[in-house]
């Protein structure tokens, strides 16, 4: 104490750190992080004491004695806290053995040690509890080296620096005393503690000021991690409120945020301390920091109980339609993947079937597994070689041959398939589709040029585009760059699309289809009479072709009474005619009888695509079978 050379700045560093934290904690309402505020405090009570004495040495040894043991003892005081937390959070997803003797020993020993030299003991042991700060320092990169794929890059990297200056600090004044720099690095590692704690920013949902979605998967992950390496099992309680959107609404405005409100301080109230997580829209997750069974249950019944009765105020009073699960990990769920799977499937159980405890263990499964595998497969369905285009040829009824084919794709499933209306979904949410779809445009633009499809008697080929596709603002771009690459022409291709039931899309898709339309593709309405297409669309784009769905084209075929065969038979008749009227083509999909192909040349259908002609098949198939018919 006293040196002439004394720079202690970790106090600043500290209540700069300490006034963040202030400020999002009030803002945000961090509770958990409590242990490392009043740690830093007492650093920096303990640093801000060395500034004073700096500027006005006490003049009393015997004061200045008391003034350096009461420092240290702060020291002392902001370590232990820190090892209490290290202690108590898992954060650091290392066992309790593990955390014991590469950090609580040595800080305890740094306690210990800081303590005696406080004291008037030999300053060896100062130089002692150096050392096991160097120790700790060590241990703190070893860990964020075990651990970085826990936290961003950038971060780790951060708090590597951090680590390195601190150890650098500290072998300073083990060298040369009377450079202070110790409590500097001592505070580094406060500051970097503090800041390996999540931003709350990002952890807290801003409507309700619970725990968010991302902070929900991290903490997933590091309890999978956790039981992975040390065994162990951990439990969550699930509460779903259903519709709570559209009913709650219904309430205006004001008492709607009361209803909110008060749901949410019963949940708080009800999860006693254990973590509530939002996952989205009226679904919570309650997590216990052990995870235990018991606790979980308890907090179960609780909301069970209370989401029994009803919920309001004098002027209105509501039951509010829930459900609730407990899900046990890993039992029930051996990854964060399966884990999001099963809340989902949680979710779509108790709204569909209005149950209030939905069992888990009682359902089904196999759907839900089913679809992971197929997300699984279409991920990597284009590196592995598993798509293939299948053509399926359209006749037509005046020129009696093929005139053109409809692209479809298929994904190979070892020695079946699986079926396009499943995997193109599954590809639109998980967002392979736009490569899946460059693919496709791909392999048929190069098939139309290898093989000369005009030769063969086909003008172009039909092309499966999806909303997504739709919605891109370079789709025009992608498919000139490939009808250039390729040396076709656009008016080769025609491209099919469906409508979309939303309408904030329409403008985005309008736009789109009259740009590529002015470059020279055609257009076929695809799926016409399945309620998707609206009739006021028709007008406005510019379809050459619409397609007639085939249970359009099939119920006056197969519906059960005569009555519902002849209204099925009129809606047929007058969209063929109404189609005809405004001077697009028609193609019928489904035709599969000579009795249906009959009827459609009555309705005067221009084309027929269907299992009468020919089943979408392989290319080379498809070549043949155009070559087989053409010729006659
Ligand atoms: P879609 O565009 O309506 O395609 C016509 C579907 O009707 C095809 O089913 C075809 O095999 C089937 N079909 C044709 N003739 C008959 C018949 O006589 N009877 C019966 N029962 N069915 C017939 P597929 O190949 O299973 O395709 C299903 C859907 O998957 C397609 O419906 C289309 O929406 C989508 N799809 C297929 N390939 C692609 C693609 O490359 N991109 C996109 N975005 N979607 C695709
Ligand atoms: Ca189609
Ligand atoms: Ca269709």
């Known amino acids: 104490m006293g040196s002439g050379y004394y720079c202690d700045i970790s106090a600043f560093l500290i209540l700069i750190c300490l006034i963040y934290a202030f400020f999002i904690q009030r803002l945000n309402k961090v509770e958990d992080n409590n242990i490392v505020f009043a740690a830093m405090f007492f650093e920096m009570l303990s640093s801000g004491m060395s500034i004073v004495y700096y500027m006005h040495p006490l003049n009393r040894y015997e004061l200045t004695a008391a003034y350096y043991i009461a420092s240290w003892v702060l020291t002392a005081i902001g370590i232990a806290l820190l090892v209490l937390f290290l202690y108590f959070n898992r954060a650091y997803n290392i066992g309790a053995a593990k955390l014991t003797i590469f950090v609580g020993l040595p800080l305890a020993l740094d306690i210990i040690f800081i303590l005696l030299a406080a004291f008037g003991f030999s300053p060896v042991f100062r130089t002692l509890a150096y050392s096991c700060d160097v120790l700790l320092f060590t241990t703190g990169i070893n860990m964020l080296y075990a651990y970085k794929k826990n936290s961003p890059l950038e971060c780790t990297l951060m708090l590597f620096l951090m680590l390195l200056a601190a150890i650098a600090a500290t072998i300073t004044e083990l060298v040369i005393p009377e450079l202070v720099v110790q ?12 800041f390996s704690l999540k931003n709350p920013e990002e952890q807290f949902d801003a409507d309700t000021g619970l725990i968010g979605l991302e902070s929900f998967r991290d903490e997933m992950r590091r309890r999978y991690y956790y039981m992975k390496r040390h065994g162990g099992e951990t439990s969550m309680a699930l509460l779903m409120i259903h519709g709570s959107e559209s009913f709650m609404r219904l309430l205006g405005e004001v008492n709607e945020l009361k209803l909110r409100q008060s749901v949410i301080s019963e949940i708080k109230r009800i999860a006693n301390g254990a973590s509530v997580y939002r996952l989205k829209q009226g679904a919570y997750a309650f997590l216990t920091e052990k995870g235990g069974r018991e606790e979980i249950e308890s907090i179960h019944e609780a909301l069970i109980r209370r989401f029994e009765s009803t919920f309001g105020n004098d002027a209105y009073e509501m039951e509010l339609p829930y459900s609730t699960c407990r899900i046990d990990l890993p039992e029930m769920a051996s990854d964060g993947i399966a884990l999001m799977d099963l809340i989902h499937v949680a979710i779509k159980e108790g709204k569909l079937y209005g149950k ?24 990597h369905a284009v590196e592995d070689g598993n798509l293939e285009v299948y053509y399926q040829p359209i006749y037509s009824l005046k020129e009696k041959r093929f005139v053109s084919a409809e692209a479809l794709l298929r994904l190979h499933d070892g020695d079946k398939f699986i079926p396009p209306d499943v995997f193109i979904t599954v590809a639109e949410n998980n967002g392979s589709i736009v490569e899946i779809d460059d693919y496709v445009i791909k392999q048929v633009c190069s098939m139309i040029s290898g093989r ?28 000139t760059k490939f009808a250039d690459m390729y040396h076709i022409h656009p008016s080769q291709i025609n491209l099919e699309i469906t409508e979309t039931s939303d309408d904030t899309f329409t403008g985005v898709v ?6 590529l339309s002015q470059l020279g593709f055609n257009f076929s309405l695809d799926d016409f009479g399945t309620g998707y297409s609206s009739l006021s669309r028709i007008i406005m784009m510019p379809f050459d072709i619409i397609k007639l769905d085939k249970t359009i084209v099939q119920s006056p075929f197969v519906m059960d009474t005569e009555q519902e065969r002849r209204n099925a038979m009129t809606l047929l008749e007058s969209s063929a005619d109404m189609i005809q009227k405004i001077g697009a083509e028609t193609v019928a999909e489904g035709v599969e009888t000579a009795e249906q192909l009959k009827e459609m040349e009555r309705l005067g259908v221009d084309f027929i695509q269907g299992y009468y002609f020919a089943r979408p098949m392989p290319e080379s198939d498809f070549i043949n079978a155009v070559r087989a018919m053409n010729k006659r």
């Not at 997504?468 to 992608?478: H, N, T, Y």
């Open 510 to 515: 309008e736009a789109n289809v009259m740009k």
């Open 183 to 194: 409590r500097f690095a001592m505070s580094l590692l406060f500051a970097e503690t503090f």
């Open 356 to 379: 209030s405890v939905v069992d888990l263990k009682s359902l089904d499964l196999s759907t839900e597994e089913y679809m992971r595998q197929v997300d699984e497969k279409v991920r």
């Open 452 to 479: 000369n499809i005009g030769e063969l008697g086909l003008r172009y080929i039909e092309l499966n585009l999806s909303v997504s596709d739709m919605l891109q603002d370079d789709i025009a771009g992608k498919l």
